[in-house]
Nanobody
Framework: VQLQAYGGGLVQSGSSLRLSCAAS????????MGWFRQAPGKEREFVSA????????LYADSVKGRFTISRDNAKNTVYLHMNSLKPEDTAVYYC????????????????WGQGTLVTVSS
């Protein structure tokens, strides 16, 4: 599975942004999909994940209530809808695919895409 994240950009605090991650290859619908982010000088951290069917989701406490993950298996795409963005959301955002159960553990994700930069100005 090859993943390509896009949709990042420079926005003001309080704005919204939607990230997309397009997957190529077969069996996209069988993978748990996740979003992670890495801010400058910090370790990569979990943001959100969605089950293969879209019926179950996980969120980091820092984004709960502001971010929504969704997927369209017909389009081999997973989305991250980000509302009420804050400067601390500034990071490179990565999408990833896991053949394991719904999880926030990076090591359980088999495939990673190149990131897309989100910058939130105050």
């Amino acid at each position: 599975v090859q993943l390509q994240a896009y949709g990042g950009g420079l926005v003001q605090s309080g704005s919204s942004l939607r990230l997309s991650c397009a997957a190529s290859g077969r069996r996209f619908s069988s993978y748990v999909m996740g979003w992670f982010r890495q801010a400058p000088g910090k370790e990569r951290e979990f943001v959100s994940a969605i089950s293969w069917s879209g019926g179950s989701t996980l969120y980091a406490d820092s984004v709960k209530g502001r971010f929504t993950i969704s997927r369209d298996n017909a389009k081999n795409t997973v989305y991250l809808h980000m509302n009420s963005l804050k400067p601390e959301d500034t990071a490179v955002y990565y999408c990833a695919a896991s053949s394991a159960v719904l999880t926030s553990t990076p090591i359980l994700y088999n495939y990673w895409g190149q990131g897309t930069l989100v910058t939130v100005s105050s």
